[in-house]
T-cell receptor
Framework: ETGVTQTPRHLVMGMTNKKSLKCEQHLGHNAMYWYKQSAKKPLELMFVYNFKEQTENNSVPSRFSPECPNSSHLFLHLHTLQPEDSALYLC??????????????FGDGTRLSIL | DQQVKQNSPSLSVQEGRISILNCDYTNSMFDYFLWYKKYPAEGPTFLISISSIKDKNEDGRFTVFLNKSAKHLSLHIVPSQPGDSAVYFCAASSNSGYALNFGKGTSLLVTP
């Protein structure tokens, strides 16, 4: 398998549930990212990990908790979400954080719906 | 406040003609610009990029032009093909950071 893989592709959960989104990259990259895309809005950066260390938290509410156990895997743990958190969540990876000529490669996303 | 703007939500072009997608930015610290293409139910796919030290970058049918003084970039697709029909996102970042700032996208439809 190559590229960036996200699971699940679709997730429906209640506001009191706890679930996790998973991202795996097979590109040998060192940086991984979580983005949120809400309807009619641009992609918003949520978190950045570089060599397993979190280097950016873009003012994301604590009900979203990222985890990066190694350079190939990234998780987004969800708990007590709100209806406005329904969105497409995209994972990306790149060779170096912020490096010129190092475009980010995206997974196909998880479509999250909060009931 | 949005730093990257794509003011045309949609564009329709005939097959074989040129498609021109535009993007404006407000942050003068941006020095790396990218275009992504997105099909429904798929993630964005990297298409082409340009560094601020250049004003043009070409890759096959795709050319990106950068006008730093106007803080404007454009993507030219020629000749356009029906398979080019997708949403195109413009993104920008500054060398001191890593965050990509995205526009809202332009939906391109190439008709036969």
């Amino acid at each position: 398998e190559t590229g960036v893989t996200q699971t699940p592709r679709h997730l429906v959960m209640g506001m009191t549930n706890k679930k996790s989104l998973k991202c795996e990259q097979h590109l040998g990259h060192n940086a991984m990212y979580w983005y949120k895309q809400s309807a009619k809005k641009p992609l918003e950066l949520m978190f950045v990990y570089n060599f397993k260390e979190q280097t950016e938290n873009n003012s994301v509410p604590s009900r979203f908790s990222p985890e990066c156990p190694n350079s190939s895997h990234l998780f987004l743990h969800l708990h007590t979400l709100q209806p406005e958190d329904s969105a497409l969540y995209l994972c990306a990876s790149s060779g170096v954080q912020g490096g010129d000529g190092q475009p980010q490669h995206f997974g196909d996303g998880t479509r999250l719906s909060i009931l | 406040d949005q730093q990257v703007k794509q003011n045309s939500p949609s564009l329709s072009v005939q097959e074989g003609r040129i498609s021109i997608l535009n993007c404006d930015y407000t942050n003068s610290m941006f020095d790396y610009f990218l275009w992504y293409k997105k099909y429904p139910a798929e993630g964005p796919t990297f298409l082409i990029s340009i560094s601020s030290i250049k004003d043009k970058n070409e890759d096959g049918r795709f050319t990106v032009f950068l006008n730093k003084s106007a803080k404007h970039l454009s993507l030219h697709i020629v000749p356009s093909q029906p398979g080019d029909s997708a949403v195109y996102f413009c993104a920008a970042s500054s060398n001191s950071g890593y965050a990509l700032n995205f526009g809202k996208g332009t939906s391109l439809l190439v008709t036969p």
